[in-house]
């Protein structure tokens, strides 16, 4: 059990500081410049693949591969992933809806230590922005 609480706990501590309160995801999406700057890599891409265990938080689970089309910030390559972990009252992870092959998103992710030897991954969270590229206009209009 403590091999699945420290990394969550860390997690939600990354999501949490910023709000400065921490509630069971219950949060304002934050504006497109606001969300910019909390999130350490925003990119465009499409979910080629995803392997392994969709989980809601707790570790180990799959990786959300994606194929890099634009990158507005952060160090990206071509091909990158993200763990497989969707939100579940905690506002950690992807909505589970954008989940699915062929599925264009818009992310906005912040590094968080991840693993129970601290391995650090990429995560989105509900407050965050991400959503389907086709939602995003407003975003990607801004972001220019």
């Known amino acids: 059990m403590r091999i699945v609480i420290v990394p969550l ?3 939600l501590g990354y999501f949490c500081l910023p709000l400065w309160e921490c509630r069971a995801c219950s949060c304002d999406r934050q504006s497109v410049p ?7 890599i925003v990119f465009e891409g499409t979910i080629t693949s995803i392997e392994g265990t ?3 938080g707790t570790w180990p689970a799959g990786m959300v591969k994606f ?3 634009r990158i507005w910030k952060g160090n990206v390559g071509s ?6 972990v969707v939100e579940g009252g905690s506002c950690i992870g992807f909505y589970p ?6 599925n264009k998103l818009l992310v906005y992710a912040g590094l968080v230590a991840w693993t129970p ?3 650090k991954a990429y995560f989105t969270h509900a407050c965050a922005r991400t959503q389907l590229l086709k939602r995003s206009e ?7």
């Open 34 to 40: 606001n969300a910019y700057s909390s999130a350490e």
């Open 9 to 11: 706990l860390s997690v």
């Open 79 to 84: 091909d990158f992933e993200m763990p497989a």
């Open 117 to 119: 030897k601290g391995d």
């Open 67 to 69: 194929r890099i089309t």
């Open 54 to 56: 969709i989980t809601t």
């Open 97 to 102: 809806s954008v989940l699915k092959r062929g």
């Open 138 to 144: 407003e975003h990607t209009s801004e972001l220019q």
